[in-house]
């Protein structure tokens, strides 16, 4: 069963930078630069499953010996198996894997837990709430995506937000505890109301990244989130 969540709570709404939009060639120097955040959000694609090509489970390990915050590690991946238990042993503590691209996600999670990295499904933008059903229980964090998995800056899809409140609803009418996590077209317009019906993390990559002061960025993402709540 989902392990207690700890430090990441639902108390206040977290936020973790994604990579993909920082500048890898001075990628410690970025990673310094959100060290007011909560998690380090690794997109890894593979050129297949989505047309973009980034990093592997390295990052990962080369984000934690720089950096105290905990990794969060997305896969966008044809097969999810094998990069997922890579992930885990790189030290990400969560590991998250689209329903759509894993027909063993049950497995899965039970792997990764018995790893001790937390299991977190992700869904497409087309994929129904319903999809989660039977997987719902065992995931730690859900990841519903603000924009079609791929790349950084798009324009994000408002239908998400109702999305997040239908997932909060499953949640609590099933007693469950799992964070809702947004990632995708995340900015100081659609925070307040993604937390408001339920949403606990909040990814932002073109949002944090294409700010000059990361500091700031961070903190009025999360201040337009509480004040959503
Ligand atoms: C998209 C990635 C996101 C992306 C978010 O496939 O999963 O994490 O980096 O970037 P923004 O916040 O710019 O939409
Ligand atoms: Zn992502």
């Known amino acids: 069963m989902p392990t207690s969540h700890g430090p990441e709570s639902h108390s206040r709404v977290l936020i973790a930078p994604s990579i993909l939009s920082a500048d890898l060639l001075r990628l410690g120097d970025e990673l310094r630069s959100i060290e007011t955040a909560d998690f380090i959000h690794v997109d ?8 973009h090509l980034t990093f592997g489970p390295d990052v990962v390990s080369a984000a934690r010996r720089v950096s105290e915050l905990p990794v969060d590690c997305h896969l966008m991946v044809v097969d999810p198996v094998p990069i997922a238990l890579q992930a885990t042993d790189a030290g990400a503590r969560y590991v998250s894997f689209h329903i759509e691209a894993c027909p063993l996600a049950h497995r899965l999670t039970q792997e990764l837990r018995e790893r001790g990295t937390r299991p977190a499904i992700a869904l497409n933008p087309a994929t129904p709430v319903s999809a989660l059903e039977e997987i719902v229980e065992y995931v730690d964090m859900v990841v519903v995506m603000g924009v079609e998995p791929g790349f950084s800056g798009q324009a994000f899809i408002a239908r998400t937000v109702e999305k997040v409140r239908e997932i909060a609803e499953l949640r609590s ?3 469950l505890d799992f964070l809702i996590q947004v990632d995708g077209g995340v900015s100081l317009e659609n925070a307040g109301a993604l937390a408001c019906v339920g949403a606990d993390v909040l990814v932002a990559g073109s949002f944090v990244f294409g700010a000059r002061d990361r500091a700031k960025a961070i903190s009025s993402l999360r201040g337009a989130a509480e004040a959503g709540r």
């Open 173 to 175: 009418a099933r007693d």
């Open 44 to 51: 890894v694609m593979d050129g297949v499953w989505v047309p």
